[in-house]
C-alpha cells in the first residue's frame, strides 16, 4: 500500500467531502475548508496534479482515479475513528472529530480491521455520514428545511459542511439533534429560520443548517 504525506491525504478528502456535500470544488473552498490561504491552496494542487492525484479544468478540481481512491481511505479511517471515540471511548461530537483528524493519518490495516470488528461493521459516522467500503445504503431523506410546519421527522445525516462551522457540532448534539432522534418542527420565519421540538425541548435553527440537515419526514 502506497503511504502518502499527510498534507496530501488531508487535500484529497477535503475535495472529496466538498463534493460529497454538493459544494464546488474550487480553491476557494478548499481553502475555507482546510484552514489555509488561498497561494497555499494553489501550490499543494499543483503538487496533486503532479502526483496523479487531481485534474484540474476551468478552475473546477476533481480527484482522479487513484486520488478518489486515497481519499475514500483516509475518509473511511476518519469515519471509522470518529465511531470508535464516540461509542467506545465516550467522547463528545467535537473532540471526537478533532482527535479523527489525527488517527485518520496513522490508522494501520491491522487496526482499522479490528476498529471494524469492535464497532460490528458500522455504516456511518455518528453524524450519519457514510463510511466508505461500508454496506450504506442511503434512506430516502430530503432537508429538514423541507419539513412543513407541524410535521414530524427523525434526523438521518449532519453533512461534513456543518461539521467545520464553529461550534454546530457542539450546538448540535447538546440539543440532541443527533441521527436516530425524533423530532417536530413547530415554527418557522420568512428568513428560513425554523424551531424544532426534541424531546421536551425546542430549538431554533437557522438556514444554513436546516437546508443541510437531511431527515426523514413522517405523516
Known amino acids: 500500500m ?76 476518519h469515519r471509522l475513528a470518529e465511531r470508535f471515540l464516540t461509542d467506545i471511548l465516550l467522547l463528545s461530537w467535537a473532540e471526537a472529530h478533532k482527535e479523527a483528524g489525527k488517527w485518520e493519518h496513522v490508522i494501520s490495516p491491522a487496526v482499522e480491521d479490528a476498529i471494524v470488528r469492535i464497532l460490528g461493521q458500522p455504516t456511518t459516522c455518528p453524524h450519519g455520514n457514510p463510511i466508505p467500503g461500508s454496506r450504506y445504503v442511503a434512506p430516502l431523506h430530503s432537508p429538514l428545511a423541507d419539513v412543513a410546519v407541524g410535521a414530524k421527522f427523525t434526523i438521518t445525516r449532519i453533512p461534513e459542511e456543518l461539521e467545520f462551522t464553529p461550534g454546530l457540532l457542539e450546538y448540535l448534539e447538546a440539543a440532541a439533534l443527533v441521527p436516530g432522534s425524533h423530532g417536530k418542527v413547530t415554527a418557522s420565519s420568512p428568513d428560513g429560520t425554523i424551531t424544532v421540538q426534541i424531546e421536551d425541548q425546542h430549538v431554533g435553527l437557522g438556514s444554513f443548517a436546516s437546508s443541510r440537515i437531511l431527515v426523514l419526514a413522517h405523516a
Open 2 to 77: 502506497v503511504e502518502w504525506h499527510p498534507a496530501f491525504e488531508e487535500y484529497c478528502e477535503a475535495i472529496f467531502e466538498l463534493n460529497e456535500d454538493d459544494v464546488d470544488v474550487i480553491q476557494a473552498r478548499i481553502a475555507d475548508r482546510v484552514g489555509v490561504s488561498r497561494p497555499s491552496v494553489s501550490e499543494m494542487i499543483k503538487r496533486l496534479e503532479l502526483e496523479g492525484l487531481v485534474s484540474v479544468k476551468r478552475g473546477k478540481i476533481k480527484l482522479t482515479g487513484k486520488g478518489h481512491d486515497l481519499a475514500e481511505q483516509v475518509v473511511r479511517r
